[in-house]
């Protein structure tokens, strides 16, 4: 069963693009980690939120690559300094 994820984050306006470039660098190198599947980086229309997506073989790949995320100084279980309200995410499952 794979384990995947979709965050949506919601960035200052004067923020979005530092905040996207920063998702990007977080994830190139969850594309280099084990059990790793695919990964998104939208925007929406408006630009008022930022939403990633992830896919992993399992939920164990998952929380290895956020181990690596914490590390990098992304902070995938809380608020970052770019963002004005706390993100929503919400885990899946394949079934």
């Not at 996207?20 to 280099?32: K, P, Y």
């Not at 956020?66 to 770019?82: I, N, V």
């Not at 995410?89 to 394949?94: A, G, I, Q, W």
Request: glycine share 8%; aromatic share 10%; hydrophobic share 45%.
């Amino acid at each position: 069963m794979s384990f995947g994820f979709v965050a949506f984050h919601y960035p200052a306006p004067e923020h979005v693009d530092e905040f996207v470039a920063e998702c990007h660098r977080v994830a190139e190198a969850m594309r280099q980690q084990p059990g790793f599947l695919s990964v998104g980086v939208w925007v929406t229309p408006d630009g008022a939120a930022v939403v990633t997506t992830g896919a992993f073989e399992s939920e164990d790949a998952f929380r290895a690559t956020a181990d690596l995320a914490r590390e990098m100084g992304a902070t995938p279980d809380g608020l970052s300094d770019l963002e004005v309200r706390p993100r929503e995410v919400h885990f899946l499952e394949s079934r």
